[in-house]
């Protein structure tokens, strides 16, 4: 037989019925934990918004964290401690299947933020939702802020069209003047053998830029629709 001095002892006048009145929530209290969460989600998501970079923004996964964190409050609210409704809510949740590919691998830190602060608001943990919050907002800024991971973007495909009939020193002068490294990756002679489609890898000179060197080339008797495309880049399309 257990000793009851060895059992972990409630504070006086903590009985049987005043823990049913902390596992109970008033309708007040549950508008309030659902209401923050939503708010902490809100913010997330004009945070997500502002410190956003590429192609790959879409409005429904802003609202998605907006309904993430209101959604995981509700569960915790549900579940509490009740070991036997977190089990059947496993179940019922396992029922869904979510099959769209989050692009971009920041996407997802922003999904377990929302996650995190509606589960911190559903349990009524305000300063823990507070200042998971701040910090997260304060990261996302001072990054966005700062372009923190960024490398210079120097390495180009170019596209170009030249008239045989000119004379080829003159954009071989060009991309001697402004590329590092350059070379051919495909020549392709038109029908009536009098222009060539020219693709060359380069990779600019630190001092140079991409408006410097087409703008050049643009310039050059012979030379016409320039292209240039960024090689290497985090942008989804």
């Known amino acids: 037989m257990l000793d009851p001095l060895l059992l972990p002892q409630l504070p006086q006048g903590l009985g049987q019925a005043t823990v049913e009145t902390v596992m109970s929530l008033t ?3 549950m508008a309030v934990r659902a209401g923050a969460a939503a708010g902490l989600g809100v913010v997330l998501a004009l945070l997500y918004r502002a410190t956003h970079k590429g192609l790959s923004y879409s409005q429904s996964f802003t609202q998605t964290l907006v309904f993430v964190a209101t959604i995981v409050a509700v569960v915790m ?41 509606g589960m911190a608001a559903g349990l009524g ?7 998971g919050c701040g910090i997260v907002a304060l990261l996302a800024v001072v990054m966005h802020a700062l372009n923190f991971g960024a ?29 590092k ?8 002679p038109s029908g009536d053998s009098r222009t060539l489609r020219l693709t060359y890898d380069i990779t600019l000179l630190r001092e140079a830029t991409a408006q410097q060197l087409t ?3 643009g310039r050059i008797d012979g030379v016409s629709d320039v292209v240039l495309i960024v090689a290497k880049n985090d942008v989804d399309f």
């Open 27 to 29: 309708t007040y209290e």
């Open 77 to 117: 609210m549900t579940v509490r401690s009740n070991l036997a409704t977190a089990f059947t809510l496993v179940g019922a949740l396992s029922i869904i299947r979510f099959r769209t590919v989050v692009k971009d691998t920041r996407d997802t830190s922003f999904v377990f933020a929302s996650l995190a602060l």
């Open 125 to 131: 943990y305000w300063e823990l939702a507070g200042i």
């Open 151 to 179: 490398l210079y973007k120097s390495e180009f495909i170019l596209r170009f069209t030249f008239d045989q009939q000119k004379d080829s020193q003159a954009y071989l002068g060009v991309l001697g003047e402004f590329a």
């Open 181 to 188: 490294r350059s070379n051919m990756l495909h020549l392709e």
């Open 215 to 217: 703008a050049a080339l």
